[in-house]
């Protein structure tokens, strides 16, 4: 009641926020909202009351809403989205309630779900999560654990919710949506362990109440599992508790059921991970060890019954078991709990039909790998060296096509995805065998006999994983499987034919070192070109061959650029012709410089052509107007056309880009407002400008007036990264300068109009992103030139507003941006101008330094995540080395304004935290160090 009279208070006070009809809103218009949500059969009907009631779940209505509808218990969907509404409140909302009323708050969701405990499970773990998270965010609960069990332990009733909460608390300490920092969740994490074996004391006390009880077991099982998951439960108390005998019991049991055997599986799995430290928990450790080498029996059972679910358990359980005792394993092996009994358990599982269950174990044999790979120990290697042999052997078999499959291996089906990872995993472990050996094995087992085309073609497959990792150098095995292969017929499985292409196009090495083998090479290639289901992976294969054996395929360009005239001809995935195209340009680059410019125009003539061909169409065709093929692939040959030019030496490339700019000009201004043709455009550009360097000063002044132009109508950002590698290219020519900086600044205004919108930096991260590399480019090209513009105010206020960005991309630019800025202040590289540059960095600092720390103190406390930190502590740093004396006191101003408490009066930093992470930060002495200390108290604001 005091709960509901407060609510009505706030509800009235807050009449003018959020969405103010709802004070008035009636429960039958929400009902209605509801129904709708779940009900109505028309999608725009479902999405509108989606939205209704979304807005209306953000306003403070919702609290006295939520409790209401809970109370009045009228129908399942009515009191799960009450639920829903007042677990999403807490989470994120719960700030807007004072500190007297979370007292009433706790006790009405505790009536509620008391008296809402038959009526949906899902219901039950809504209001368990609410509640776990009150719990967590008010420091005036003390003993949560304790009340609860004392007050519902007794009424068998309340059993099910009481487990609950009891699963669900656990899992949420941990918890993204909820910042309770790290001083308050190591409060409650030592308030967890403290009452830990009261838990599970209760938990085996419902276990020998309820007998075999299916959904008890479960629940008791999940809440286990939660607990072990945290990391609270004392290892010496559980190695002797019944509930880990139960626990194997159930998992040894045949007649067990599917749901009970994985509520079994992941509380055992979680156990394993929960000891990975095993030194420190050697009694449980122990315990766990046997009881898992118990259950090899139960997997036979599982296997001989077909049961899959249970074998994929079980295989889980094993491959946990191998995670956990990893290191114990490599330091002594086949001793203790290193017994190598646990890599048969894994390699029992290898042994089943079903792919699926051999992969589970990827992960563990990679780090067993790296493991191994870091000792570098032969012997250690010499011990492992059988069961990786044993392993690659499952692998082969496992990667076999079905006898009765037609057509070509698939790539993006699950099984392709399962050779693919089989694929990487080889790779990793090849060194433990020993690739030559591998290989050499491989392939005998094909010239053996007459091997089932699936065997070959899955035995081809592994042989390509690992075909660079064997020395090419006068090796004979590998010139025989290449003569081999070359030489199949063209009446073999198509598979066959398409694996081993792709096993020639990994074998390139050996063709460079033996350039007898290229033109069969090639021939063979050339024929799965023409084949339509063969030609993408031929023309892969081409691509290798021309990237490793550049020198030797010159002879062979005229052939390349035949094919490139042609590419259409060919059933060509769009990335199989590009790929074709990069090719043919890291062979043209190895001509000699007078052929280049003739054959680059060779070249790109079927593109430019074609770019032509659509501008000279009526715009109304739509797609048949789309020129992104076309600037696609002419992009990727100006970006792979890099023949080596001495200075004074005229750009072989230079005339064919001038020739072909008028084309791109009008396909720019044709597609101006598309901003997916313009990105394609100005990625053209933009490998045309580094193709031909500084040769490409003629193209300057129109690229940069059409770019200013289109930009004021269409501000797309792309435009923006264009700018910024035309100041790398062009920044420390004098002449250029001017010029440069007038784009700038003509580029910024509408930029800073677009993000000063609401919401504009969350709503255009690319904008922001590319507006940075466009200032930090010139930073590193011509500071001085920034630096005494009017614009570089506004550039710095944007940087700070944008430091509060989470977007990846977008946040590293700007805090490479502001580093960069500063340090021109810092490096003293012997340069005229340094003391200029210092005299106008201390400007711009004095004008905004205060405010850039503040604002990066609270930005990396509230609103970043962890991995853009070192980014953060690099910009810290060079604020302190311009000047230590007056970071010192900027960073005391920015730690004084941060708040001391939570909202649920838990202490969130002490005054002594504050003078240790500000004596740490200004007395470091590198950069890492800072970044150190803000990781670490950082974390008291998550």
């Known amino acids: 009641v005091v709960f509901n009279l407060f609510l009505v208070t706030i509800t009235t006070f807050h009449s003018q926020m959020s969405l ?53 218990k009228q129908d399942v969907e009515s009191c799960y989205f009450a639920a829903q509404t007042m677990k999403m409140k807490i989470q994120m909302s719960f700030f807007e309630l004072p500190p007297e009323t979370h007292i009433a708050l706790r006790d009405s969701l505790l009536s509620h779900i008391q008296s809402l405990k038959d009526l949906s ?75 830990s074996s009261t838990v599970v004391t209760l938990l085996m006390t419902c276990v020998e109440k ?42 040894q049991r045949d007649e067990t059921s599917t749901n009970l055997h994985e509520a079994a599986s992941d509380c055992v799995c979680s156990a394993l991970y929960a000891i990975e430290n095993v030194d420190t928990h050697m009694p449980l450790a122990q315990q766990l060890f046997q009881g898992v080498l118990t259950l090899e029996t139960a997997y036979h059972m599982a296997v001989a019954r077909e049961d899959l679910d249970k074998v994929l358990n079980y295989c889980r359980i094993f491959t946990e078991l191998c995670e956990t005792f990893l290191e114990t394993t490599v330091r002594s092996p086949g001793q203790g709990m290193g017994d190598l009994r646990t890599l048969e358990l894994l390699l029992i599982c290898a042994g089943h039909p079903q ?89 005998s087992t094909l010239k053996e006999g007459n091997p089932p085309w699936e065997v070959t073609e899955a035995v081809l497959f592994i042989m390509a994983a690992i075909a660079k990792s064997v020395d090419p150098e006068n090796n004979p095995t590998l010139t025989e499987v290449l003569e081999q292969v070359v030489l199949l017929p063209e009446t073999v499985h198509i598979a066959v034919r398409y694996t081993s292409i792709e096993l020639v196009g990994e074998m390139s090495e050996v063709v460079d070192r033996n350039p007898r083998f290229l033109d069969p090479v090639l021939n063979y290639l050339m024929k799965g070109l023409r084949e339509k289901t063969l030609a993408s992976v031929a023309a892969k294969a081409i691509h290798n061959i021309c990237s490793v054996c550049r020198d030797h395929m010159a002879q062979h360009f005229q052939g390349l650029l035949d094919i490139a005239r042609a590419l259409d001809s060919f059933a060509l995935t769009t990335e199989a012709a590009v790929g074709l195209l990069k090719g043919t340009a890291l062979v043209l680059a190895r001509l000699p410089l007078e052929k280049i410019a003739e054959c680059l125009s060779d070249l790109c003539a079927v593109q430019v052509m074609a770019l032509k061909k659509l501008l ?74 580094r193709c031909v360097g500084k040769g490409s000063a003629s193209l300057l002044q129109p690229l940069v007036t059409q770019m200013v132009s289109v930009y004021q109508v269409y501000p797309h950002s792309c435009f923006l990264y264009l700018g910024s590698i035309l100041v790398d290219e062009y920044g420390m020519e004098e002449g250029c300068r001017q010029g440069l900086l007038d784009m700038l600044q003509a580029l910024c205004m509408p930029t800073f109009q677009l993000l000063e919108q609401t919401n504009g930096l969350r709503n255009h991260p690319d904008t922001v992103d590319d507006l940075f590399r466009l200032a930090t480019r010139f930073v ?58 210092k005299q106008l960095i201390g400007q711009a600092m004095g004008q905004h330094g205060q405010q850039l720390v503040t604002q990066l103190m609270h930005t990396c406390c509230f609103c970043l995540p962890p991995y853009t930190l070192p980014d953060v502590a690099e910009v810290l740093w060079e604020i302190m080395v311009f000047d230590r004396p007056t970071f010192c006191r900027w960073l005391e101003n920015a730690l004084k304004g941060l708040p001391k408490e939570t909202s649920g009066g838990a202490v969130t930093v002490t005054h002594k935290q504050l003078t240790d992470f500000h004596k740490q930060v200004t007395s470091a002495e590198e950069c890492k160090q800072v970044c150190w200390a803000i990781r670490e108290f950082t974390r008291l604001f998550r």
Not at 141 to 164: A, P, Q, R
Not at 357 to 364: D, P, Y
Not at 415 to 436: A, C, H, N, T
Request: glycine share 4%; hydrophobic share 40%; with cysteine.
């Open 616 to 689: 000279s169409q009526d715009p109304r065709n739509g797609k048949a107007a789309d020129p992104t093929v076309w600037l696609d692939r002419l992009a990727v040959i100006f970006r792979h056309t890099n023949p080596i030019v001495e200075n004074g030496q005229t750009h072989p490339c230079q005339k064919v880009i001038q020739e072909i700019w008028p084309v791109l000009s009008e396909t720019l201004n044709t597609h101006q407002a598309d901003n997916r043709i313009v990105e394609r455009c100005c990625r053209c550009l933009r490998f045309a400008v």
């Open 210 to 251: 309820s007998g075999s009880n299916e959904k008890m077991l479960i629940k008791v099982f999940r809440c286990l599992g939660s607990w072990f998951n945290l990391g609270v439960l004392d290892s010496n108390f559980m190695a002797n508790n019944q509930l880990l005998m139960v626990l194997f019991q159930v998992l």
């Open 20 to 72: 103010c009809i709802f004070p008035n809103t009636s429960f039958a218009l929400v009902y209605q909202a509801v129904q709708a949500l779940y009900h109505d059969p028309d999608p725009a009907g479902k999405e509108r009351a989606s939205v209704w009631l979304g807005e209306l779940q953000r306003s403070m209505y919702a609290w006295e809403l939520a409790d209401q509808l809970l109370q009045l």
């Open 355 to 443: 792919y699926e269950v051999v992969e589970i174990s990827f992960n563990f044999w990679y780090r067993l790998g790296e493991n191994l790979y870091k000792t570098n120990d032969p012997a250690l290697h010499g011990i492992f060296r059988p069961y990786i042999q044993r392993l690659l052997h499952g692998l082969a078999r496992h990667c076999q096509l079905d006898p009765d499959h037609e057509g070509i291996p698939e790539d993006t089906d699950d099984f392709g995805e399962f050779r693919m990872r089989v694929s990487d995993l080889v790779k990793d472990v090849i060194f433990l065998v020993g690739s030559m050996e591998c290989f050499s094995q491989l392939y």
């Open 780 to 837: 590193q090209r011509s500071p001085i030139t920034l630096l005494s513009s009017g614009i570089i105010v506004h550039i710095i206020q944007c940087a700070i507003a944008a430091t509060t960005l989470d977007h990846r991309d977008a946040n590293c630019s700007v805090m490479k941006f502001v580093r960069d800025l500063i340090h021109t202040g810092v490096s003293n590289d012997h340069e005229d101008d340094f003391e200029l540059r």
């Open 121 to 195: 499970p899902i219901i039950v773990t809504q209001l368990a999560l609410a509640i776990a998270d009150l719990a967590l965010q008010m420091a005036s609960w003390k003993g949560c654990v304790h009340t609860l069990i004392e007050k519902y332990s007794n009424d068998v009733s309340s059993m099910t919710f009481l487990i609950e909460i009891l699963t669900v608390l656990p899992e949420e300490v941990h918890s993204r949506s909820l910042r309770i920092g790290a001083n308050r969740r190591t409060e409650i994490i030592e308030d967890l362990a403290y009452y």
